[in-house]
């Protein structure tokens, strides 16, 4: 891993990016509360979607610390963020259910991954937004309930998480692409290519690990 000094100016893009993603995740939460078949899990997808309005609330308070608007830090990445949750939109509540722990264990795995490098106030930040809640616990029992002795669910949501995986890679590939100052400070946190390598095959292990703790 390397290291990056705190005047990087890929570090304002991460947080935009950051707060982008949990805004969007917010309001897709709460539009996907609905294939809930029970007030329960309607509450469970309510309180995920709160905290991620807490974590939007924080990544805020880190731009407007830097001098900047928050909402234009974060204009560049919502066409991205808009593209990937269209192209994954679940029909289903095991599909909601798998695309929420997925969807955060993805940007989690890719961020937490780097942040080591970052400096001590940035790496406090993306860690708190990013580390896993106790929330997910509701999750995992209640794909595992549906997908025990039935599988066919089991392949179909196998199959869900599987492309989930494949279009966050895609849009992350994108936005490195169109966006220097984020795609320079990966590389640094990172240390070489090689290392960018290494942190793409430990992202795919994780998610891995995920199914197999969702009973996929």
């Given at each position: 891993m390397g290291s990056v000094s705190s005047d990087h100016p890929g570090i304002i893009e991460l947080y935009g990016a950051l707060a982008c993603g949990e805004i969007t995740a917010f309001y897709r939460l709460a539009d996907e509360a609905k294939f809930a078949p029970h007030l329960y899990g309607r509450v469970a997808i309510a309180r995920m979607a709160g905290s991620e309005m807490r974590h939007y609330e924080l990544l805020h308070s880190a731009i407007k610390e830097q001098g900047r608007d928050p909402f234009e830090v974060m204009a560049p990445f919502i066409d991205v963020l808009d593209a990937y949750h269209r192209s994954t939109t679940p029909s289903t509540w095991p599909e909601t259910l798998v695309k929420a722990y997925i969807g955060d264990g993805i940007a989690a795995d890719f961020y937490l991954e780097i942040s080591s490098a970052f400096p001590p106030d940035v790496a406090a930040v993306v860690q708190g937004v990013l580390a896993e809640t106790h929330h997910s616990e509701f999750v995992k029992d209640e794909v595992r309930?549906?997908?025990?002795?039935?599988?066919?669910?089991?392949?179909?949501?196998?199959?869900?998480?599987?492309?989930?995986?494949?279009?966050?890679?895609?849009?992350?590939?994108?936005?490195?692409?169109?966006?220097?100052?984020?795609?320079?400070l990966v590389l640094s946190a990172s240390g070489d290519l090689n290392h960018i390598a290494t942190l793409f095959d430990s992202m795919q292990a994780k998610h891995d690990e995920r199914m197999k703790l969702l009973g996929l």
């Open positions: 309930s549906i997908v025990d002795g039935d599988t066919i669910a089991a392949d179909r949501l196998r199959l869900w998480a599987r492309r989930l995986f494949g279009e966050a890679l895609t849009q992350a590939q994108f936005v490195l692409g169109q966006r220097d100052d984020l795609a320079e």
